[in-house]
Structures are given as C-alpha cells and as structure tokens.
C-alpha cells in the first residue's frame, strides 16, 4: 500500500432509502486512556461533515465490550484507528487486545483510515500491527503529531473517502458508448484515473508526451502547466493522454470539461464535483476543496478553459491553496498568471519531401500516419500506396497538418478518392464536416471549430480577424498596418495581434529578424469569407497591394550582399501575398506598377527558380490588352526570352531582345539594358551555331553599363559570364581566373549567390584542365540549399558525377546522375540546359563497354529520395577527394 493514500473498494452497496437521521458512521477505534484529546479531535472532524462518530464514551451500553464494538462495527461504514504506543489490554481467553480485535474484525471492504501519532516508542505487539496495517492493500495510514493536525487529516481524508465512493457508485456497468466525459470503464477499480475514454489511438504526439511527462513528473516538475493552440489541434486529446501516462505520479488524476461552463465562477465549483466534492453553501468552495484534498497528490486536468479565462486568478488560489496539486489546462489562450509554463501544441509534422520522398519517408511523417489511421476506420480497405502516397502528403499540407481537420478529410475517404480529395481542398470548410454524434457540436465542423474562437474575442479583436482576411499567406506587423490604416480598432495593433495569438488564431514566428503571423488554412478561409463580405474590401485589397510594391522596391538593394538570405527569406514568406497584391493591380489596370515591382525583384526570382513565374506575370500583363510603357514591355521581353534560354535546344529569337535594350535605354535604365544585352549574350552562345565573338561583344557593353559601384552583384554575374564564354572556348585556364577573381569578389561583397555559380563554373573548368575538385561543387551545395536553390542542387551533383566519371568510379556516377535525374523531373525541369562539359563525359561512358555497370547505377539513383541523394552526394565528396589526394 502507498503511504498517505485513501483506499477505497469498488461502488457502495445498494441500501435502500435512508431517514435523514440515519447518517453515514464513522466507528473510531483507539486504546481510551492514552489518546483522549486526539479521540476528541476526531469526534469533531466527523461531526464537521455532519457523519455520525461511533464511539465507546458517547454512551454506556449493558453489553460486554467485545460484543458490543462487534455490534458497532457491523452498523458502521468507515473504520479510523487511532494509534501511538501502547497496544491495550488483552482479556483472559482473548488472543488480541480490543484495539487489535476491533482493526481485525471491521470488513475487509470497509474502509480504514489509520492514523498513527508521532513521536513513539510502541509496545512490541503495537508495532508487530503497525507493520501489518502498512501491508494491506486495503488500508490507508498517515502519521500526525498533534491534535489539531489529526483533526484536519481525518476531515480531508473523509471527505475525499465520500468523493471517490460516490465516483465509483454513479460509474456505469457497461461503458459500449463513447463519452467524452465518462470515467474509463477499463480503470474503474483505480481511485486515481478519473480521465475520459479515449476512442482513438493518439497519433504522432510522441515527442510532446515526453516533454509533459518530464514537466509534470521529472526533477523540476511544473505546478501548472497550460496546452495552448487552434481549435482541432489535439490539445484534448494530448493531455488526456499526458495525464494517463503520469497516474503513478499522483494519488488522483482528474478530469474537469469546462466547454459548458460559461462563467468564471463556475471553475471552482466544476473542479468540486469532479473530485466529489460537496458544496453545501456553508464555505466558500476553495476551503472546501483545500479540507477534502488536503495531503493528496492531484492532477487536475482543466479543459476548454479559453471561455472562462478571466478564472485564471481562481486556478492560482487552487494551487497555493492544495500544495500537493498540479494543474494541466488545455485553452486556445494563455492564462497569463505566474507560474504558468505554457506548451504550444503544434500542428502535426509533415512529410520533409512530400513530392520526393519514399513511401516509408511519407508514411512516418506524423501527420500522414493520423490520415491513414483515420482513413482505414472509415473504409478498411483503405491503405498507404506508392500511387496515393503523393497526394495523402498534399492533403496534409494544405490542411497544415491540423489533426481534427485531417480526420474529417480522411472520413471522406469512403466518397473520395485521394486525388479528388485534393481536387477539392482549395476550399476547405464545406468539405471538413463529420456526422459523427460523439463529437462536441463546436467539433462537428472545422468552421464550427473556429467560430468558437472568434466568439471569444474581444470588439477590435474581432474587426482585426476579420480585415486580415485580405492577406493570402503569412504577413508582418508592418504589413497589418499598412491594411489597418485609420480605424478606430487599430489604436494597439501589436496588442489586439497578441489577443489573437493567445486566441490561437494566429501563430507567431520568425523570418530572417521579422516577425511574421499566419492562419492554419480553415482560419484563414473564415476570415477571408468574412472580409468578403466588408463594404469597403476593395480599398483595402488596394493598401494590401501598395504595400506589396512598396516591399518590392525596398528589397532591391537587399538582395545584393550581406543582406540577401534574409532578404530571399522575407520575400518567400510573403509570396502568397505578393501574387495575390499582384493580381488585384492587374485587375484594375496598374500593370506597369506590377511590371516594375516583379523587376525590381528579379534577383528573389532568379535565386529561388521562379523566372517562369515572373514570365508568367509578364504574359499575364500582355494578356490584359492595357497598354504598357515601353520599358514594361521591355522588361517582359527579357524575361520571356531568359526563361526560353533555360530550356535545352531551344533557339531565341534575338531581334526582340535588342529591341528591349533599346527601349531600356530610351528609358534611361542602364541596368535593364545591361540584363537586356547579357541574355542576348546568352543567346548568341547556345545557339547552334555559337556566336561566342558577338556573345563577348554584348557582355562587355553590360558590363560598361553595370558597374561595381552601380550594382556589384551585376557586375559581378557579367563578370562570370565571360569566364562561361572563355569555358565555351576550350580556354578554361582563361576562365578560371575569371571564376576565381568573381569568387574573390563575392566573398568580399558578401554576395552568396555569385558565390555559389562561380564555384560551380570554377569546379567545370578544373575537370577540363583534366583536375578533379570535388570540393568546389560541394561549395556549391552548401550554398545552393541555404539559398533555397533548388535548380542548383541538381547543378552540383551533376558535377560531382562528372567527377566520379573521371576518377573511374562509374556506379557512384550512376547513381549520382540518376538522382539528378529524379531532382529534375519533380522540380519540372527535365528538359533544362546542362553544362557543356558534363555532356561529352557522359557520352564517353555510354559508348565504352562500362555502359552497363553505369545505365544500372543510374536506375539505382533514380529511385532516390532527395534526402537520401544529399546524403549520398556530401559522401562522395569525401570519397572523391580521398581518390583525387
């Protein structure tokens, strides 16, 4: 038995109806002569709870002694021993003395309550039934000192003793239905679980269950301990299953729903009932509670507690109140008192690659393993395939891996296939709805869910939820006020901000130093609904978008240098609002604003490989049928014919690009007519037949108009790009001095994109000179995932594989090639221009009698995740430059 705590047996007989006279007994056994104040003191603890005491001096009986405790205790319905050192007398023919007799003869299912008094030298037969009573696992014993002490140790414990015996009477026989508040059927025989059933298995929260078990057990345990996130993100579930694991912890672990009560001083009295607790008027609830729960060892689980938040005060006296309590809420907002140790539930981890990776490498991802799950209750033949597996990760992500909104996709699985699912997921609210009846009706529809939360907020609160439903995708404080404008709600933005994060409608976080706030994608489409609906949303659809083209133009410079990273990082953050800014401006005829701004940024574009999307935007603006400035239409020209250039064997037409140069120059731009001549460069270098004369004519005008003082980035990239001319050459000692004066240069000016082509470049002409360096391409690399670079990773293990083919390792060039290979047809550029050198390399192997060895690791690699490819290329680099010392 555990020291301290109340053992009770299962649920109370059924005795028929009592006359109000007929009170609960309480039979108090003690030896008379040496622990007179104490049985005093137990007499009034009894009597506080308005039992009846069942005591030898509460009146002389004419019965012998044995049979009348024996009548006492057959009439009683709790046993308290009270006992210090002597053990009393024993009467002839008498095995045992009374006190002995009286602990032996009380049923085994009555409960006894032992209280043994401190400090004592205890007559050996005394100590032989101490050591006894602390082996039956159907006794409770605490040790006290004084009077006053055991007075309010008996109180506590009776009162608790009542609770758990009147949790275990009203415990239904069967428990088929599922209910969300119910005592588990499974643990009715354990006095300290008092948690809901739960009819799911709990998917993909390992990592949080051992954080909570750690805060609510380890070295340092947290007294209150708060679970805050969206509505549908498992908080409920997570921490009933944080409670269940850390039981053994505590004598009692309770569960308190908190979603029907809608007023603060409804708390303490919902704490009350769950643990048993009568409220009788008499005392204010909290003294109540600290009596009846006094010396125990709580965990009180409050849940839904965002409705009565301004109560946070009451779980702050509940603390100081049960010393021995710990408290784990579950609410959509902080609770903001001290001592609160908040744990952000996030939403479910999705696949790393969901268009690359592995089936197994899909399947582990949290996220997938709940759909699936979910998806085979609902339909059992349904299972995890190679041909599903893509668009189960898809629908995850564009559900952000928010658990209730992926079980309700997953429901539909008996309706949808997985690709129709997907089909349909660009409007997520009708689709996300369950006709399940043991959901909590707010739960029933994801839009439900976060109507919940709404109604909880505050007046400008509310208007702010609503007017940020003008942005598509994540956005900055600055971006808000830009929106906000004069309002009379946006006095504190950064406050009425904070109330929505608390809410959980919005999640904070940072991008490059800023910081940025988004929406789970239901959120954001209920408040984009709502904004809808707002008489004066165009103007702010208007602000929204000036915003976007002023960011453009204070980005230009910052995507040169030092800057640039965090500068590529912000922009990719806001992408989603800057198409969406975009499109509005179109569609009220601002295209040349729109042209500038896309131009203004073509470094963001060229970095993260989204050139076609900037053509795109340009067709769109042609698409119009508005006219366009001279220079907008040369900025369209040159990205149309740049992007053309990127694909293998495609010839340009070069009178539309000196037509662009020529209208730059009319507009005065010299950077435009320096890009405008360079990929006209390009142009005359790839085609057929290379015109490389007229291609170092035209990069030496850009250059003369691109200076480094002008744009050191630029001139730096035309720099380059006749060291590439001199490559094309077959002068590649020329152009790696070139190469290596760019790297130099970009080192200096910090400039990591420049960087990472020139080492690129650097590492082609080394293994044209018949030298192999590895380590340039794995420069590359490095470089070309901190940038987000997609098209680039493929760059740098073509390289490495040129490298394998040299050194003579064809199976690691085969299976190098065959990932880029794969890189490139999930990134859509299969038909992209590759480096001169690589062709010729490979084309050596394929014609010698090593073609079969090579073909085969080229399959192999194929059929590479993408993390697998990495991993595999960064180990070749190692390999390779062993071979090549």
């Not at 009451?314 to 710990?326: N, P, R, S």
């Not at 053309?644 to 009178?655: I, K, M, N, Y």
Request: hydrophobic share 45%.
């Amino acid at each position: 038995m555990v020291e301290g705590a109340v053992m009770v047996s299962g649920a109370a007989d059924v005795r028929g109806i009592r006359t109000p006279d007929q009170r609960l007994r309480v039979f108090v056994s003690s030896t008379l002569k040496e622990l007179h104040p104490e049985r005093r003191a137990a007499r009034t603890a009894i009597e506080r709870l308005h039992l009846a005491p069942v005591m030898f001096e509460l009146g002389a009986r004419p019965h012998p002694p044995r049979e009348l405790y024996r009548a006492y205790l057959d009439q009683s319905d709790v046993f308290v021993g009270l006992y210090w050192q002597e053990y009393g007398w024993i009467a002839p023919d008498e095995e045992f003395s009374g006190l002995e007799d009286e602990y032996r003869l009380a049923p085994r299912d009555m409960p006894k309550l032992i209280y043994l008094k401190q400090p004592a030298e205890r007559e050996e037969r005394l100590a032989k039934l101490v050591e006894e009573i602390r082996g039956d696992d159907s006794t409770s014993y605490k040790t006290f000192e004084t009077a006053e002490e055991l007075t309010e140790l008996i109180e506590g414990d009776l009162a608790t003793l009542l609770a758990e015996r009147f949790d275990a009477s009203r415990a239904p026989a069967t428990d088929d239905a599922v209910d969300p508040t119910a005592v588990d059927s499974g643990t009715s025989d354990d006095a300290a679980d008092h948690l809901p059933v739960s009819p799911d298995e709990v998917l993909g929260r390992e990592t949080d269950l051992m954080t909570l078990h750690e805060w609510l057990g380890g070295d340092e345990p947290r007294r209150l301990v708060t679970l805050v996130g969206p509505g549908g993100i498992g908080k409920t579930r997570l921490a009933i299953e944080a409670g269940r694991q850390a039981r053994e912890r505590f004598d009692r672990v309770t569960f308190v729903p908190l979603a029907n009560v809608r007023d603060g001083a409804g708390v303490l009295p919902a704490v009350a009932r769950e643990l048993g607790v009568r409220d009788d008027g008499t005392a204010p609830t909290i003294e109540r509670l600290a009596v009846a729960r006094r010396g125990r060892r709580d965990l009180i689980v409050l849940d839904n507690f965002e409705q009565v938040v301004a109560a946070a005060p009451e779980v702050t006296a509940l603390l100081t109140e049960l010393q021995g309590a710990t408290v784990l809420v579950t609410s959509r907002t902080r609770l903001r008192v001290h001592g609160e140790q908040v744990f952000d539930v996030e939403p479910l981890g999705l696949p790393d690659d969901p268009e690359g990776g592995t089936l197994g490498e899909i399947g582990d991802a949290p996220a997938v393993r709940l759909f699936v799950d979910r998806a085979h209750a609902a339909d059992s033949r349904f299972d995890l395939t190679d041909e599903n597996a893509q668009d189960i990760a898809r629908i995850c992500d564009a559900l952000d891996g928010v658990p209730l909104a992926i079980e309700l996709a997953a429901a539909c699985i008996r309706v949808l296939t997985p690709t129709a699912m997907l089909e349909k997921l660009h409007n997520v609210l009708p689709i996300l709805t369950t006709s399940d009846r043991d959901m909590p009706e707010r739960q029933r529809t994801i839009r439900a869910t976060v109507e919940w939360s709404i109604d909880l907020l505050g007046p400008f609160a509310r208007a702010l939820f609503v007017r940020l439903g003008v942005f598509a995708g994540d956005f900055s404080l600055e971006a808000v006020e830009a929106v906000a404008g004069e309002e009379p709600w946006a006095v504190d933005l950064p406050g009425t901000l904070l109330e929505l994060v608390d809410g959980s409608l919005l999640r904070q976080h940072d991008v490059a130093g800023v910081s940025f706030f988004s929406m789970l994608v239901p959120v954001r489409e209920l408040a984009a609904l709502r904004f809808g609906r707002e008489p004066d949303a165009d103007a702010v659809r208007m602000a929204h978008a000036t915003y976007y083209v002023r960011l453009a133009a204070e980005a230009e410079p910052l995507l040169r240098g030092f800057t640039q990273q965090a500068t590529v990082e912000r922009l990719q953050a806001e992408r989603d609002n800057v198409r969406a800014g975009y499109k509005h401006l179109i569609a009220v005829g601002e295209v040349d604003i729109v042209a500038d701004a896309i131009w203004r940024v073509l470094l963001y574009w060229w970095i993260r490989n989204q050139l076609p999307v900037a053509k795109t935007w340009m067709d769109r603006l042609l698409d119009t049928g508005v006219p366009l400035t001279d220079r907008s239409r040369a900025i369209a020209i040159t990205f149309s014919s740049w992007v053309a250039l990127s694909h293998r064997g495609t010839e340009v037409d070069r009178r539309p690009l000196q037509e662009a140069a020529e209208l730059f120059r009319a507009a005065g731009d010299r950077f435009g007519e320096g890009a405008a001549l360079t990929v006209q460069g390009i142009a005359c270098a790839t085609a057929s037949s290379p015109d490389l004369e007229g291609a170092e004519e035209l990069q030496r005008k850009a250059l003369d108009l691109v200076g480094p003082d002008d744009d050191s980035t630029f001139n730096a990239l035309f720099r380059g790009q006749l060291g590439s001319i001199e490559l094309m050459r077959g002068r590649p000692v020329e152009a790696l001095e070139i190469f290596h004066q760019v790297i130099t240069i970009a080192e200096r000016i910090g400039d990591r994109f420049v960087e990472m082509i020139e080492y690129t470049n650097a590492g082609w002409a080394k293994l044209a000179m018949g030298e192999v360096r590895p380590e340039l391409f794995a420069r590359h690399l490095e470089l070309t995932l901190e940038l987000g670079n997609e098209e680039g990773v493929g760059h740098a293990v073509e390289g490495l594989a040129a490298c394998a083919v040299v050194l003579g390792d064809l199976e690691r060039a085969g299976m190098l090639l065959g990932a880029v290979d794969t890189m490139r047809t999930r990134t859509g550029s299969v038909d992209q221009r590759t480096y001169a050198t690589s062709g010729p390399i490979v084309e050596r192997v394929l014609a010698s009698e090593y073609a079969g060895v090579f073909e085969a690791a080229r399959e192999r690699g194929r059929g590479m995740s993408r993390r697998e490819a990495l991993r595999y290329a960064f180990g070749s680099v190692e390999a390779e430059t062993t071979v090549s010392a």
